[in-house]
């Protein structure tokens, strides 16, 4: 099992709609978690860090499910400009640090 | 303020042969990290560095990769002899501090194909 997993997508949504999605993580230890934004051809940036409490910014939410080890995106009245890869960055703290990308979520959205 | 900087930014060789990227940080940042991306495929890191110390290198090819920080600021990756499985975006990145838990800032990467 890899260490961080996400549905590779691609996730097609109607603009204005409502689309979430989940990124697991195998390794209780994980300490820092992140969702990153990567639009096609361009370098990654952070979207938002996630944090036990959740957070909120915008049109983005970011959840923390320790007990089930799952992090989520969820992404309200979706505009065009939405349409990128999601990837959900893992930071694993026990022995040594080590911080862990997953394969990304694509999503396109339809105008 | 400057973001990461890398070059170049397009690299094409034959296997077999020598390659090198080199990476500014931003400044004051003493995290640096290489990443190897394959299309369809989320960054994997190659080393990270605090200041001039490689921290993590296990997911380093010794046997053809290197890299090198030598005052602490800018980096050098190398691969040498190339192979046609190297072709990739090779991303460098920086944060400030001395934990990955930081967020962290790519540079623009540099394509590199193999033929």
């Known amino acids: 099992r890899k260490e961080v997993e996400q549905d590779p997508g691609p996730f097609n949504v109607p603009e204005g709609a409502t689309v979430a999605f989940n990124c697991t993580y195998s390794?209780?230890?994980?300490?820092?978690f992140f969702w990153y934004r990567q639009d096609c051809r361009k370098e990654p940036k952070l979207l938002m860090s996630?944090?036990?409490s959740g957070n909120e910014d915008g049109r983005f939410t970011a959840q923390l499910n320790r007990a089930s080890q799952y992090i989520s995106l969820l992404i309200r009245d979706s505009k065009l400009s939405d349409s990128a890869t999601y990837l959900c960055?893992?930071?694993?703290?026990?022995?040594?640090?080590?911080?862990?990308f997953g394969k990304g979520t694509r999503l396109h959205i339809l105008p | 303020e400057a973001g990461v900087v890398q070059s170049p930014r397009y690299k094409i060789i034959e296997k077999k042969q020598p390659v090198a990227f080199w990476c500014n940080p931003i400044?004051?940042?003493?995290?640096l990290y290489w990443y190897l991306q394959n299309l369809g495929q989320g960054p994997e890191l190659l080393i990270r560095?605090?200041?001039?110390?490689?921290?993590?290198d296990s997911q380093l090819p010794k046997d053809r990769f290197s890299a090198e920080r030598l005052k602490g600021v800018d980096s050098t990756l190398k691969i040498q002899p190339a192979e046609l499985g190297d072709s990739a975006v090779y991303l460098c990145?920086?944060?400030?501090?001395?934990?990955?838990?930081?967020?962290?800032?790519f540079g623009p990467g540099t394509r590199l194909t193999v033929l």
């Open positions: 400044s004051g940042h003493n995290t």
């Open positions: 560095y605090e200041n001039e110390e490689a921290v993590d």
């Open positions: 390794n209780s230890a994980s300490q820092s």
């Open positions: 990145a920086s944060s400030p501090g001395l934990t990955p838990a930081n967020e962290q800032f």
């Open positions: 960055v893992v930071n694993r703290m026990n022995r040594d640090d080590k911080i862990i």
């Open positions: 996630v944090y036990s």
